[in-house]
């Protein structure tokens, strides 16, 4: 049962950027890479944009609103139109969770001007903005890491096809069906969260590092 305090609701108001801000971005990322590689079918199809209506999907909109995690529409691309067709597909494939990073830096950025802006001046509404971004680096940086897996239909199988050969990534087209319910199985058994979580915190520690810079410039700044 959900408990509806404002920071629940926070939570579920990061989960609304993550689907109308997000999802596009992650799902633009593909169609970008996919035409700059001479695929003329994201364009055909409309998703060169962040127009969220055109990348939602509405069972993955869901999933994402109520569990955290999900997916967009996704982009079709026909690798016969890369000059290199492992590598482009692998690098069309990377390009949503890149997406899903890039989001999540520019976030954590966000949250350290609102934190530090808290800590000098603090209110009960920016203390409420500050937790928002924080949910939304988090949900970034899990749809990032999640979507990396290297399963189908998941984008990591997309970049662990260009390492393998074509025989293998028969075999596994062959039985995807298969694999993906039993990774969805793996999912809702809870036996995933421990391993993503971990991965997930470290990445956030990596962006946390990545942006120390910011650190000393806005305490100069707030004067802390």
């Known amino acids: 049962m959900f408990r509806f305090d404002v920071e629940t609701i926070?939570?579920?108001?990061?989960?609304?950027?993550?689907?109308?801000?997000?999802i596009p971005l992650h799902e633009f990322a593909h169609a970008w890479s996919a035409n700059k590689m001479g695929d003329p079918t994201p364009r055909a199809q409309n998703r060169l944009n962040l127009n969220p209506f055109n990348h939602i999907d509405p069972?993955?909109?869901?999933?994402?609103?109520?569990?955290?995690?999900?997916?967009?529409?996704?982009?079709?691309?026909?690798?016969?139109?890369?000059?290199?067709?492992?590598?482009?597909n692998a690098l069309c494939s990377a390009a949503g969770p890149i997406a899903n990073?890039?989001?999540?830096?520019?976030?954590?950025m966000i949250y350290k001007v609102l934190y530090y802006a808290c800590v000098k001046n603090y209110s009960d509404g920016l203390y409420w903005v500050t937790v928002l971004f924080y949910y939304?680096?988090?949900?970034?940086?899990g749809l990032a890491?999640?979507?990396?897996?290297?399963?189908?239909?998941?984008?990591?199988?997309?970049?662990?096809?260009?390492?393998?050969?074509?025989?293998?990534?028969?075999?596994?087209?062959?039985?995807?069906?298969?694999?993906?319910?039993?990774?969805?199985?793996?999912?809702?058994?809870?036996?995933?969260?421990?391993?993503?979580?971990?991965?997930?915190?470290?990445?956030?520690?990596?962006?946390d590092k990545l942006t120390f810079?910011?650190?000393p410039i806005l305490k100069s700044i707030f004067k802390i």
Do not use: E, H
């Open 10 to 22: 926070l939570k579920f108001g990061a989960r609304i950027m993550i689907i109308f801000m997000v």
């Open 59 to 88: 069972i993955g909109a869901l999933m994402i609103f109520f569990c955290g995690f999900g997916w967009g529409k996704p982009v079709q691309v026909n690798p016969n139109y890369f000059k290199k067709r492992k590598k482009g």
């Open 101 to 108: 990073l890039i989001a999540a830096l520019f976030g954590v």
């Open 136 to 141: 939304f680096v988090i949900i970034n940086i």
């Open 145 to 207: 890491v999640f979507n990396l897996i290297p399963i189908p239909p998941l984008d990591g199988s997309g970049i662990l096809s260009y390492f393998t050969s074509y025989r293998v990534d028969r075999k596994i087209q062959q039985y995807s069906f298969y694999i993906m319910i039993g990774f969805v199985l793996l999912v809702f058994s809870g036996l995933l969260n421990g391993p993503l979580n971990w991965i997930d915190g470290k990445v956030f520690w990596l962006m």
């Open 213 to 215: 810079w910011l650190d």
